[in-house]
């Protein structure tokens, strides 16, 4: 894969590139990582960059970045986690899999995630079926109790279902969960690999083992047509996330006869040609027809071979049915008590990893040695930078060969053996969509080809919970060349003080062709919409802010505190209401039908005025003489019986960002106070100032209950121009 970030790391910095580079921004870089070893299997670490040559497309390319990477040194090298982070995916076929060796399979699974996993790495967690093609159960991640959900699941329990706008990072028993996210994962809520979820799993793979145990060979054609097309599209797919991937296949293969060949006791030439995968060569020893079908289906396992060495995966395939007969099945090209059969199946699973650079584990009822193979084996290699060859007339999509050459004699190594140029952003999948928001949001990427501001509002907390409100403002002129109805999409991610993901809000802001070059250039987009934390807690909330015209993202990054203890008097975070806007408003969802992530709690969304919702305006220049309405909520005042109004006061303070005192507001409150119940009450204030120095400074809000002598503070950003 191309990455235009990839060369800043020789100047102490990267430039995350979750969006496809763009040509006119700067040179992309090829990444080639080189697996060394020697003779007995050791990591070769001592190799120089004169010790390797690269080329493309038949021509020597010259080698402008060298990195011995070792990730048992982390700490020592101290590269960026894009670089040395290793993303590794789970896939469990259900296909051409048994109950018992997809069991075997979520067994090892759950050691891998919960023992061998390096807190630095990331998984997902992916299966394929028939009916629903390979499909995400669970998003990149370190959250060790959603992996361990995924696997537990595999999209037969229903409560352990990813929740799609979430991105896949939460699911079903999360977001309906009455405690907060932070809390899950204790012996009553974490999925367990008990009797219950295998005989779940048992039951779903009968009834999919029953769509292909059929008598007729041309059906079990089919079916393995149909596995090689969904992964060649799950392998394009896998393009777009940047660095190494490495693809753990629970399976235990197709059977190759679905290539056209006779049984593998006709000739010892044959028997070698399924050790090695070579189905071309199995094509020509059977029938006209079975020629046809074995270069069909021998095309399609070439491609999707080419799209993961293009997108950097590997794979390691991992025989799930080990020693054990599942003879229970009448599986009739697909036993586990058949030996013929059993060589068959193991060639298909050899010939995927043998193309893409990988292993295949074989003949064990026990995977723990092989998963630790797998992170030995991927842990050193020597990671090759070059500038690709100019090119005229380049066509999306196309793929060049990449070839590497090691001087040094003895040594066995592996590199991809190439890559497709990137795809337009209209053309990617909704997976592929969902994957850069997971690598957005896991490295923490500072994007800007969006312009955004972007502010969290804290309000008291409630029902156990704190809600916290995201406004996002885009300016509009960013959009000018937009002739469509523009689709701008909206992901907010809560990490907490634990490094998990614990709160999320999904949403959209759509404005029509004619808004979009009408008023939308001399305004812009407001949104605002709401996640429910743990009280007292500290947290980052990544911001996302995605163009799904352009695949543009501009991302923030905001810290938090949230509020606790329900019964103190307090005050949330003050926030600017337009009185008078042309620009386009919306809320992540409606108010009256809230989704089931705040629907669950009880809790009513707080941005709001005299009881409707309002809009947000981040960061205004309060001295550009315009009328600015400033919402201040106070709750839990003490108050006499049968006064009509609290007695509370209200100072104010602009400082500068050293904490500065520059100037004290003119103020006047627009209307009465509005008792909303016993223990709150909104102000509504007109706020002003002048002769403010240029840039970001803060306004300073402090409330005292006059009766309790308490006070609180909060600050709301300005900018003065």
């Not at 520059?662 to 102000?683: C, G, H, I, W």
Request: glycine share 8%; with cysteine.
């Amino acid at each position: 894969m191309r990455h235009a970030w990839l060369g800043t790391i020789l100047f102490g910095a990267v430039v995350a590139a979750a969006d496809q580079p763009k040509e006119e921004a700067g040179v992309s870089v090829v990444e080639v990582p080189v697996f060394v070893r020697d003779k007995d299997g050791n990591a070769v670490m001592d190799l120089k960059l004169e010790d390797f040559k690269v080329w493309e497309d038949g021509k020597e390319q010259k080698i402008e970045l060298f990195f011995p990477i070792d990730l048992n040194k982390r700490d020592e090298q101290k590269l960026p986690p894009p670089v040395t982070r290793r993303n590794f995916i789970l896939l469990y076929d259900v296909t051409f899999n048994t109950p018992a060796a997809l069991v075997r399979g979520q067994e090892a699974g759950y050691k891998f995630v919960d023992t061998m996993l390096p807190a630095d790495d990331r998984a997902a967690v992916y299966a394929f079926s028939t009916l629903k093609g390979v499909f995400m159960v669970c998003n990149f991640t370190s959250d060790k109790n959603l992996l361990r959900s995924a696997i537990n699941s595999l999209g037969v329990q229903r409560k352990f279902d990813t929740v799609i706008d979430s991105a896949g990072f939460f699911n079903e028993s999360m977001v309906l969960s009455e405690a907060p996210i932070g809390m899950l994962g204790g012996e009553e809520t974490e999925a367990k690999p008990g009797a219950v979820a295998k005989v779940y799993t048992a039951q779903w793979m009968r009834e999919m083992n029953a769509k292909v145990n059929r008598d007729n060979e041309q059906y079990y054609r089919d079916t393995v047509g149909i596995y090689l097309e969904n992964i060649r599209t799950f392998a394009r797919e896998l393009e777009l996330l940047p660095g190494r991937k490495f693809l753990i296949l629970f399976s235990t293969g197709f059977d190759t006869k679905a290539f056209g060949v006779r049984d593998i006791r006709d000739t010892a030439q044959e028997a070698e040609t399924f050790v090695h995968g070579d189905f071309e060569t199995m094509a020509a020893s059977g029938e006209a027809q079975a020629r046809e079908i074995a270069t069909d289906l021998s095309d399609l396992m070439e491609q999707a071979m080419n799209y993961f060495s293009s997108s950097d995966c590997r794979i390691f395939a991992l025989d799930a049915a080990g020693l054990a007969s599942d003879s229970n099945l009448d599986f009739t090209l697909q036993t586990t008590s058949d030996p013929q059969a059993t060589g068959r199946r193991q060639a298909s699973l050899f010939s995927m990893a043998k193309e893409t650079g990988g292993k295949l584990y074989k003949n064990s009822n026990e995977m723990d040695s092989a998963l630790t193979d797998v992170l030995d084996t991927t842990e050193s290699f020597y990671l090759l930078g070059y500038t690709p060859p100019a090119r005229s007339g380049r066509k999306p999509g196309e793929f060049h060969k990449i070839k590497v050459e090691v001087t040094r004699p003895g040594v066995d190594f592996t590199y991809r053996p190439g890559y497709h140029d990137a795809r337009p952003f209209s053309e990617l999948s909704g997976d592929e969509r969902l994957t850069q928001i997971a690598q957005i949001v896991n490295d923490g990427s500072s994007l800007n080809a969006i312009t955004m501001k972007a502010q969290a509002l804290l309000f008291p907390e409630e029902e156990g919970l704190s809600p916290v409100a995201v406004a996002v403002e885009l300016p509009g002129t960013q959009f000018a060349k937009e002739k469509r109805e523009l689709q701008i999409e909206l992901y907010a991610f809560a990490l907490g003080p634990e490094k998990r993901f614990e709160g999320y809000a999904h949403g959209f802001s759509r404005v029509s062709a004619g808004d979009a070059g009408g008023k939308l250039q001399q305004n812009g987009i407001r949104y605002t919409d709401v996640m429910l934390l743990r009280p007292g807690r500290e947290y980052e909330i990544r911001t996302i802010v995605r163009n799904n015209l352009t695949g543009d993202i501009g991302t923030m990054s905001l810290k938090v505190t949230t509020k606790s203890d329900p019964k103190a008097f307090s005050v949330a975070t003050p926030f600017f209401v337009p009185s008078k806007s042309n620009w386009s408003n919306a809320v992540g969802y409606d108010p009256q039908k809230p989704p089931a992530r705040i629907a669950r709690h009880g809790i009513e969304f707080p941005v709001t005025y005299r009881g409707k919702s309002c809009a947000v305006e981040l960061h205004p220049d309060i001295q550009d003489g315009k009328d600015r309405a400033l919402l201040i909520k106070l709750y839990n005042f003490a108050f006499e019986a049968g006064s009509k109004e609290p007695d509370l006061g209200i100072n104010w303070e602009i400082l500068d960002t050293s904490g500065r005192n520059l100037a004290q507001p003119q103020f006047k409150l627009l209307e009465r106070p509005n008792r909303v119940s016993d223990t709150m009450v909104e102000y509504i204030f007109d706020l002003r100032a002048a002769n403010l120095p240029s840039g970001l400074c803060w306004l300073r809000v402090t409330a005292t209950d006059n009766m309790t002598k308490k006070s609180v503070v909060e600050w709301v950003p300005l900018e003065a121009k």
